[in-house]
C-alpha cells in the first residue's frame, strides 16, 4: 500500500528553520514527482513546491522562493523541504503529495493544489 509520511511540523519563532521531511513506504519515490502543499485555517490548500522524479527539476512558488529549498534522497526513499526565514503567514498544515504525471503538467497540478497521492500532514506554526 502507497503511503506517504510527513514529520518535521512544529512551532518557531519568526525568521527561524524547520526541515520537513515526506518519508515513503509501500513504494519507491525516484520515479515519482513530489509536491509539498500547504493549508491554513480557513484557507484553500496550495502548492509550495516541488521536485521531478529523480530529481532534476525544482520548482517554487513566489511566497517562498529563496527562503524553502526542496531536495530528495532516493536512497533513504524521503523527500524534504527545507525551511528558513520562516514567517507568521506560513503558518499551516503541511502535505506531501506524489504522482507520476508528466512534471510539466504536475507543476500545474501544483499550483491548483492537486495530486495523486497523500501525506497525513504535519503542522507548522510560527509565532514568536
Known amino acids: 500500500q502507497l503511503q506517504l509520511v510527513e514529520s518535521g511540523g512544529g512551532l518557531v519563532q519568526p525568521g527561524g528553520s524547520l526541515r520537513l521531511a515526506c518519508a515513503a513506504s509501500?513504494?519507491?519515490?525516484?520515479?515519482?514527482?513530489i509536491g509539498w502543499f500547504r493549508q491554513a485555517p480557513g484557507k484553500e490548500r496550495e502548492g509550495v513546491s516541488c521536485?521531478?522524479?529523480?530529481?532534476?527539476?525544482?520548482y517554487y512558488v513566489d511566497s517562498v522562493k529563496g527562503r524553502f529549498t526542496i531536495s530528495r534522497d532516493n536512497a533513504k526513499n524521503t523527500v524534504y523541504l527545507q525551511m528558513n526565514s520562516l514567517k507568521p503567514e506560513d503558518t499551516a498544515v503541511y502535505y506531501c503529495?506524489?504522482?507520476?504525471?508528466?512534471?510539466?503538467?504536475?507543476?500545474?497540478?501544483?499550483?491548483?493544489?492537486?495530486?495523486?497521492?497523500w501525506g497525513q500532514g504535519t503542522q507548522v506554526t510560527v509565532s514568536s
Open positions: 509501500g513504494f519507491t519515490l525516484d520515479s515519482y514527482n
Open positions: 503529495a506524489a504522482s507520476k504525471i508528466p512534471f510539466v503538467l504536475f507543476k500545474l497540478w501544483v499550483l491548483s493544489g492537486k495530486s495523486d497521492y
Open positions: 521536485i521531478s522524479g529523480y530529481g532534476g527539476s525544482t
